[in-house]
């Protein structure tokens, strides 16, 4: 299994662009890189996806260089409700479920 | 609103009691998994279904955990003789099968408290 390893903690001031980093050395050939969200008392909510280079949606963007050993995740111009924690999980497409693993995930705290 | 349904939202119970608590997924989602979650740590697998197949169990789920999802629809996971370690927050997510089946829809979750 690929084990992430990720920031326990981040502090960012609304309007910023924050970055959350991610890294899996082990990651294997068919592995996507899948990145979700949890706000507190909440069940977590997926956010991107992708398995090289860039992808972008409304919500964020997902960087992956070319050696797939780490991916970061861009949050443009947060605000205050982005306030939540983030999980960074390397799986293949259609494993077994018992293979995706969220982590401690990192804990980002946004300032007025 | 079609997301994933959980109840009941919070259950306060006694060391010893038996509990059930019930998903409904979105109705499309073929796939059906329970997750555990404790302050400060991110979801723990605990089992998941394909229709109504139970398909992989996870070592954290003892023999006093039951799951099941009789029709391939709504799922219901029971433990018997609370202790109180299993106080926890227990989430239910969905998803369909498919060549990018890695976005699981989540419901809010059950909160356990074991007195």
């Known amino acids: 299994l690929a084990k992430t390893t990720q920031p326990i903690s981040m502090d960012s001031y609304e309007g910023q662009e924050v970055n959350i980093t991610c890294s899996h050395n082990n990651i294997a050939t068919n592995d996507y890189i899948t990145w979700y969200q949890q706000f507190p008392s909440q069940g977590p909510r997926f956010i991107i996806q992708?398995?090289?280079t860039k992808v972008t949606n409304e919500v964020a963007s997902l960087f992956i260089p070319a050696d797939r050993k780490s991916s970061t995740l861009s949050l443009p111009r947060v605000s205050l409700s982005d306030t939540a924690v983030y999980y960074c999980?390397?799986?293949?497409?259609?494993?077994?479920?018992?293979?995706?693993?969220f982590g401690s995930g990192t804990r980002l705290s946004i300032r007025p | 609103d079609t997301g994933v349904s959980q109840d009941p939202r919070h259950k306060i119970t006694k060391r010893g009691q038996n509990v059930t608590f019930r998903c409904d997924p979105i109705?499309?989602?073929?796939?059906l998994y329970w997750y555990r979650q404790t302050l400060g740590q991110g979801p723990e697998f605990l089992t998941y279904f394909q229709n109504e197949a139970q398909l992989e169990k996870s070592r954290l789920l003892s023999d006093r955990f039951s799951a099941e999802r009789p029709k391939g629809s709504f799922s219901t996971l029971e433990i018997q003789r609370t202790e109180q370690g299993d106080s926890a927050m227990y989430l239910c997510?969905?998803?369909?099968?498919?060549?990018?089946?890695?976005?699981?829809?989540f419901g809010p979750g059950t909160r356990l408290t074991v007195l």
């Open positions: 109705s499309e989602h073929n796939r």
């Open positions: 999980l390397v799986v293949p497409p259609g494993s077994s479920a018992s293979k995706i693993i």
């Open positions: 992708g398995y090289k």
């Open positions: 997510a969905s998803s369909l099968v498919g060549p990018l089946d890695n976005e699981q829809f």
